[in-house]
């Protein structure tokens, strides 16, 4: 079975420094890998998504990630951080097969931006 | 404008009571979902379903009911068997194809009394 591994369940940071999201994965085999974003009592929201070709994927609101395929990784930064960044970040996996469309999720990473 | 609407926002219920919770998608979407949150420990999977007329468990089904009727409609019932039903409960959507994203709507949080 599929497993996705968040590396950190809080992170904090302060205004305008970058931050990393660690993500791993189980796979070894093709995977579509997503990374979500949540703010408090609301659903989720699309960031980016990797299908296939340059393994540096660029988002919304300046995030990216980078698609690792020996370590089977696929973090999430970026530069320069705002107080509106604060919110739960999903990282998730579609390893297809049978199920494909399904994802499975990881535990969430909490980033908390202060002034 | 085309969404996922849930709903209620809040919903509280006495112990050993079934309640529905509504998920409605006008995206046109095939494939809908039921994830269930709880602090910690990520989205797990409820029930999905793919096509009209068919729906498969996740991977904490028990105590859950869904039933797929109509394309744009996705109801989740919390029967009484269900042992720690207090939650933030989400429906999803998509076109249900191999690594496309899914939509989410903005969630019902249940709380049982």
């Known amino acids: 079975a599929q497993s996705v591994t968040q590396l950190d369940s809080q992170v904090p940071v302060f205004e305008e420094a970058p931050v990393e999201l660690r993500c791993n994965y189980s796979?070894?085999?093709?995977?579509?890998l997503f990374w979500y974003v949540q703010y408090p009592n609301q659903g989720l929201q699309l960031l980016l998504k990797?299908?296939?070709?340059?393994?540096l994927v660029k988002g919304i609101n300046g995030f990216e990630a980078e698609f690792n395929k020996s370590q089977t990784s696929f973090h999430l930064r970026k530069p320069s951080v705002h107080i509106s960044d604060t919110a739960e970040y999903f990282c998730?996996?579609?390893?297809?097969?049978?199920?494909?469309?399904?994802?499975?999720f990881g535990q969430g990473t909490i980033l908390t931006v202060h002034p | 404008d085309g969404g996922i609407t849930q709903s209620p926002k809040y919903l509280f219920r006495k112990e050993g009571q079934n309640v529905t919770l509504s998920c409605e998608q006008n995206?046109?979407?095939?494939?809908m979902y039921w994830y269930r949150q709880d602090p910690g420990q990520g989205l797990r999977l409820i029930y999905y379903?793919?096509?009209?007329?068919?729906?498969q468990k996740g991977d904490i089904a028990e105590g859950y009911s869904v039933s797929r009727e109509k394309k744009e409609s996705f109801p989740l019932t919390v029967t009484s068997a269900q042992k720690n039903p207090t939650a933030f409960y989400l429906c999803?959507?998509?076109?249900?194809?191999?690594?496309?994203?899914?939509?989410f709507g903005p969630g019902t949080r249940l709380t049982v009394l």
């Open positions: 999803a959507s998509s076109i249900g194809r191999l690594g496309v994203e899914q939509f």
């Open positions: 796979s070894s085999v093709s995977v579509y």
């Open positions: 990797y299908l296939s070709g340059s393994t």
């Open positions: 998730a996996v579609d390893a297809g097969g049978t199920s494909y469309g399904k994802l499975t």
């Open positions: 995206l046109n979407h095939d494939a």
């Open positions: 379903s793919q096509i009209v007329n068919d729906f």
